[in-house]
């Protein structure tokens, strides 16, 4: 079964694009239904927006900075969870609950 | 294990190593704008330099460096730094998170955006570490030997 999923996998491997290729469908500025590709404004202008060389930190702070906000929440949430959890474990054991 | 009492081998090569720990992970998290890094990846390493500390010389040395009942109001103080950051954006004018709006003088809108990225990644890397800290203080507690 691994053997026939892998056949499978390599059969749906050998018809992708290659990769970094100027003429691939992700790699044009406007995509097949005639919108605008943002990853394609991201690398034109991430440089002139935040002055930040590193694109992957202007599009995790800036364009994208709700969802890293939702993710500091998360483990905020995670540390608190197991605060809450763990905090009175010695005297939850002559509780009542 | 917990009536050993710790090798001064460790005790040394663990301070040794924290403060050097410490500095790398500062360094990642204000390199972010540079190299791959960021305050995720930044305030990990600062809570392994502050965990090594912990783990080879114990709590009660440890809390010295880092008290554990600071773990919490510092992990909520990096969410309102984040959040206090877009807050502050919004009321401006701007957007939410929108650092071009943020009110420091002297400065164009690009190069806004630049320290706002800044100050919330430091504000991450604040909640990421004490969030660290905290889960290994509250596994520990009552069951270490110092």
Redo the contacts between chains.
């Keep these: 079964m691994i053997i026939a999923f892998t056949l499978v996998l390599l059969f749906a491997a050998s018809d992708l694009p290659y990769r970094g290729e100027a003429s691939n469908q992700m790699n044009q500025e406007v995509s097949m239904t005639g919108t605008k590709v943002p990853g394609n404004y991201y690398i034109q202008e991430a440089y ?7 694109i ?3 599009i ?3 364009y994208r ?2 969802d ?2 939702g ?3 998360v ?2 949430t ?3 969870i ?2 809450l959890l ?2 009175n ?2 005297e939850g054991e002559d509780d009542d609950e | 294990m917990t009536n050993r009492s710790p090798s001064p081998i460790i005790l040394l090569g663990t301070r040794f190593l924290s403060p050097y720990i410490m500095v790398f992970g500062f360094y990642v998290i204000f390199h972010g704008h540079y190299s791959p890094g960021g305050g995720f990846q930044g305030g990990t390493l600062l809570a392994a330099s502050l965990l090594l500390i912990r783990i080879a010389s114990g709590t009660k040395i440890a809390s010295l460096q880092f008290k554990d009942y600071l773990a919490t109001p510092y992990a909520a103080l990096g969410v309102v730094i984040y959040f206090g950051t877009g807050l502050v954006a919004m009321i401006m004018g701007g957007y939410f998170l929108d650092y071009e709006q943020l009110p420091i003088p002297g400065l164009e809108a690009a190069d806004l955006r630049y320290w706002g990225i800044l100050i919330i990644e430091l504000g991450i890397g604040l909640t990421v570490m004490t969030v660290l800290t905290l889960i290994y203080d509250n596994m520990v507690k009552g069951e270490d030997y110092a």
């Design positions: 002139n927006d935040a002055h930040t060389p590193n992957v930190t202007v995790l702070g800036d900075s709700i890293t906000l993710e500091q929440i483990i905020f995670a540390g608190l197991v605060f763990l905090r474990r010695k």
